[in-house]
């Protein structure tokens, strides 16, 4: 291991002894310099037996991460380092695309090209967006928090209809545009605007990510929140995946033991990594760790608005 590839000593927050960190971003993403070595590295010394390396993909060409890394060099990149590394941690070639409605068509095209081991569909604040930081303030303004959140739900809810995706990131992303005008617990007083989204997620056998990002960024609280992956579970919801959403070293597992509890909370006994884009199909089933109890349990709204107050 070279000297660019040895782990630190693990910084507070970094989860130990779990079996899979679904969303980590390389030097491949415009926005992390991390090689994916280190990211192995530390998950040997952490305890966490499977990564998915889901490096950013975007179509639209004034976006950051549009033919900023071929397919072809990714997937070299990835495939050789699960080759190398095979024997202490299992490593997945997964994808982060942005999801546009105009760039549906482009987006589809790809992946019915490319394979993919896991597929993570997001909506992100991009440049012409009401949410960016020159621009949100004025958006809110004389908004009701429904109104402000509604053009980041309605696209989610367009990304889980195209059926082009594994798992949808970060449900409730918004929350991070948006928190210095909506904090959590507003949006959390509107849960009808969760509804649809989570009906749709269910209706098409959908994963749901609980993203422990949030844990470290203004929210303070996963995306999404406790009580929404509840909510998707009385829905029927079946399948959940966890990431840390890592771009920097330090990131890596960072609150990823908070998501697992979630998970588990709501009823959750396992994660489950779809395969939709490869050829017959199928899933990854993974059990939750013996520490976070039986996930055979009914959701649980604790946490949601009327239902004892929300949960960081």
Do not use: C
């Not at 037996?49 to 549009?66: M, S």
């Amino acid at each position: 291991m070279t000297a660019g590839t040895r782990p630190t000593e693990p910084g507070p927050g970094q989860a130990r002894d779990l079996p899979l960190d679904a969303h980590l971003h390389t030097d491949l993403s415009p926005d992390s310099d991390v090689p994916l070595d280190l990211y192995a590295a530390q998950a040997v010394q952490l305890g966490i037996a499977e990564l998915a390396v889901t490096d950013h993909l975007d179509f639209n060409p004034a976006a950051p991460a549009f033919a900023y890394a071929e397919f072809a060099r990714r997937e070299r990149v990835v495939r050789t380092a699960a080759e190398r590394w095979g024997d202490r941690v299992a490593i997945r070639f997964g994808v982060e695309v942005t999801y546009e409605r105009a760039y549906e068509d482009a987006i589809s095209d790809h992946l019915a090209r490319h394979a993919y081991d896991y597929i993570i569909g997001s909506v992100h604040a991009m440049k012409y967006s009401p949410y960016t930081a020159g621009r949100v303030g004025s958006f809110v303004a004389g908004k009701t928090v429904p109104q402000v959140v509604a053009p980041y739900f309605e696209e989610v809810a367009a990304a889980v209809r195209s059926g082009l995706f594994d798992t949808i990131g970060h449900l409730d992303y918004v929350k991070k545009y948006v928190a210095a005008h909506v904090p959590p617990p507003e949006l959390a007083a509107h849960p009808e605007v969760y509804e649809p989204v989570l009906r749709l997620l269910v209706e098409t056998g959908t994963a749901l990510e609980v993203n422990s990002s949030g844990l470290r960024q203004a929210p303070r609280e996963t995306y999404p929140a406790g009580w929404v992956v509840a909510r998707f579970r009385e829905l029927g919801g079946e399948r959940v995946t966890a990431g840390s959403d890592a771009h920097r070293a330090d990131w890596f597992a960072y609150g990823l033991e908070e998501a697992y509890r979630l998970a588990a909370e709501a009823g959750f006994d396992r994660l489950t990594i779809p395969h939709t884009s490869v050829p017959g199909g199928g899933a990854s089933e993974i059990p939750m760790p013996a520490r976070f109890g039986r996930g055979d349990r009914p959701g649980s709204l604790r946490g949601a608005p009327g239902g004892g107050g929300q949960r960081a």
